[in-house]
T-cell receptor, first 114, second 114 residues
Framework: DAGVTQSPTHLIKTRGQQVTLRCSPK?????VSWYQQALGQGPQFIFQ???????QRGNFPDRFSGHQFPNYSSELNVNALLLGDSALYLC?????????????FGEGSRLTVL | GENVEQHPSTLSVQEGDSAVIKCTYS??????FPWYKQELGKRPQLIID?????GEKKDQRIAVTLNKTAKHFSLHITETQPEDSAVYFC?????????????FGTGTQLKVEL
């Protein structure tokens, strides 16, 4: 079982650019959540997808968008990057049945915005 | 929305001693309380979780207690070992049919000294 896989592991962008991060959930999981973890902080919820729709969203601007594909994998897109978007972006997968249960996190994509 | 406060931010103990980390939450609707361990450069990993219909849960050297009335929950690690050194995050969530959005605390850096 490969667990949750994320790509790329590291990337560097400049202000104003756009970035796409990718996530494949753990086998058997149908739900994907994205979290932003700034250095020295706890993860902050961005949004959650299942059945290819955004189901819940945290306090993040519309520059943050996502998508879930029929195979349950997901993408996180961030437009018009700001310096403050530099962080570790974590993908977590889970299953709705039964009762959501444990979130399994990937190793994350570390984004640096210059 | 939910707000989770975590104390202390750093904790240093001698090997073999016990460690206690405390969290408070604000939303009385929260019903799921996981604890994650994150080693440097690694993904958060679930170490124990508790649901609101249970007051205490134990797994070998790790235990979690929940006081719903006071909106407090705590992590207890007994017989600490050097490999317990890591950052620990508490989290709270209202698990509903609509999803499982975790709100994390700010983390506790635990250092177990020989």
């Amino acid at each position: 079982d490969a667990g949750v896989t994320q790509s790329p592991t590291h990337l560097i962008k400049t202000r104003g650019q756009q970035v796409t991060l990718r996530c494949s959930p753990k086998s058997g999981h149908d739900t994907v959540s994205w979290y932003q973890q700034a250095l020295g902080q706890g993860p902050q919820f961005i949004f959650q997808y299942y059945e290819e729709e955004e189901r819940q969203r945290g306090n993040f601007p519309d520059r943050f968008s996502g998508h879930q594909f029929p195979n349950y994998s997901s993408e996180l897109n961030v437009n018009a990057l700001l310096l403050g978007d530099s962080a570790l972006y974590l993908c977590a997968s889970s299953t709705r049945d039964p009762g959501w249960g444990e979130l399994f996190f990937g190793e994350g994509s570390r984004l640096t915005v210059l | 929305g939910e707000n989770v406060e975590q104390h202390p931010s750093t904790l240093s103990v001698q090997e073999g001693d016990s460690a206690v980390i405390k969290c408070t939450y604000s939303d009385s609707a929260s019903n799921y309380f996981p604890w994650y361990k994150q080693e440097l450069g690694k993904r958060p990993q679930l170490i124990i979780d508790i649901r609101s219909n249970v007051g205490e849960k134990k797994d070998q050297r790790i235990a979690v207690t929940l006081n719903k009335t006071a909106k407090h929950f705590s992590l207890h690690i007994t017989e600490t070992q050097p490999e317990d050194s890591a950052v620990y995050f508490c989290a709270a969530s209202e698990v509903t049919g609509g999803g499982n959005k975790l709100t994390f605390g700010t983390g506790t850096q635990l250092k177990v000294e020989l």
